[in-house]
């Protein structure tokens, strides 16, 4: 496997469904299949059965870690029956069906294989066909970086105005796998920031206007960012324009 992908990467992004057995109304993936899937990704691949947990009222707790490569992950599981219901004084077939289930989800919880199982989730999407450019791509991460949302703001109009707004997702989809929600809350926050900052522009233009002070007006402007004039015009009504067009002719 490639160095600078993680196993969860990997093992996420691997598509069960095919091998999703159904009992008593739940789903579960075949401890088989899920096994044999990580010793042909992980060779060296292993499990560790771990001291059970008995309860006082004669239920019971399997416990299973699995270690691929330096990594290791622990996942418990309740010895249950064809209901998801615990099991008083189970028999040893019971505990043995636990221990592979709880295998299996440790390897799902633990490294990502059929997590989206357990999470009710569908199965993993196809990769998405990039329609961006490199430059594109590159423009977007500096901004990111930068922690520039006025940057993101404009660029995410230029892609409104051609009508390829669908850049966008493509660029958050572009994102490893893991890091996808937490790009776009960062993105949503930088422009929030932005926002955030627009309106006390458009709040100041608009108390300029109220006191018919042109001077003001202009001071504005030329404080502003010459590249984000037009995000700030663009938050004026047409008729505030004209009011303030007048207003700077006349100072």
């Keep these: 496997m490639p160095q600078s992908e993680s196993i969860w990467e990997n093992l996420s992004a691997i598509d069960c469904s095919k091998h999703v057995d159904k009992k008593g109304g739940f789903d579960y993936l075949a401890w088989t299949w899920a096994w044999a ?126 009508n390829q707004q669908h850049i966008m997702d493509d660029l958050f989809n572009s994102a490893p796998k893991g890091q996808i929600t937490a790009l776009k809350s960062k993105v949503r926050e930088l422009v929030q920031s932005a926002n955030s900052e627009l309106k006390t522009i458009v709040a100041a233009l608009q108390e300029a206007i109220a006191n018919n002070s042109g001077d003001s007006i202009e001071e504005i402007y030329n404080e502003l960012d010459p590249e984000n004039i037009d995000i700030v015009n663009a938050g004026m009504t047409e008729i505030e324009h004209i009011q303030m067009k007048k207003l700077t002719e006349e100072a």
């Design 37 to 162: 899937m990580v010793k042909d990704h992980y060779p060296l691949a292993n499990y560790r059965l771990e001291p059970d947990v008995h309860y006082a009222d004669g239920s019971m707790e399997v416990r299973v870690t699995v270690i691929i490569e330096d990594q290791e992950a622990i996942m418990w599981l309740p010895v249950l029956n064809f209901r998801n219901q615990a099991i008083s004084n189970p028999n040893s077939f019971d505990i043995n069906s636990a221990r592979m289930r709880c295998l299996v989800k440790c390897c799902a919880v633990g490294f990502g294989l059929g997590h989206y199982i357990y999470a009710g989730e569908s199965a993993p999407s196809a990769p998405v066909e990039e329609t961006f450019t490199p430059a594109q791509l590159a423009s977007f991460n500096m901004m990111v970086a930068n922690g520039d949302g006025w940057a993101i703001k404009r660029f995410g109009k230029a892609l409104k105005d051609a």
